[in-house]
């Protein structure tokens, strides 16, 4: 396996976190819509199902959808589980604490290089170094 693709490895747990986020958005929209439903009062006869048709659908789909998300969180907690794992198995703590900060909570390369105290350009070198040990790992 080669830096990219141990690069690609650590970043599924992004992914997996980018597309739970979008989840709970669709969530809210779905919610919203639900409490805002209101049936219209008239004197013609209509079809008593249509509307409980209707908000039954949206509330089946906010079941499904938090089913979805409940299982991409379980999906998330064990891909974090397996990178902590690879990282841990690195001995240079720093690039532990790099790998930490970028694949496990999401921070960008700015504000790494804030708390690590470092510059950009170093962060980049260091992280090249830890995806070549981390690909030497995953072989």
Do not use: G
């Not at 198995?89 to 604490?97: A, G, K, L």
């Amino acid at each position: 396996m080669n830096k990219q693709n141990a690069r690609e490895y650590f970043s599924k747990a992004y992914r997996i976190d980018h597309r739970i986020r979008s989840k709970f958005e669709q969530l809210e929209s779905l919610n919203s819509l639900a409490t805002r439903a209101t049936s219209t009062l008239s004197s013609m006869p209509r079809n008593p199902n249509r509307s409980t048709s209707t908000m039954a659908d949206v509330i089946a789909r906010i079941i499904d959808l938090q089913e979805e998300i409940n299982q991409d969180i379980i999906s998330l907690v064990d891909t974090k589980r397996e990178i902590m794992t690879i990282i841990k198995s690195i001995e240079n703590s720093e690039y532990q604490t790099l790998l930490e900060k970028r694949y496990l909570c999401f921070l960008t390369w700015e504000k790494i290089a804030v708390d690590m105290c470092y510059t950009i350009h170093h962060l980049y070198k260091m992280h090249n170094s830890a995806l070549e040990v981390c690909s030497k790992i995953l072989n």
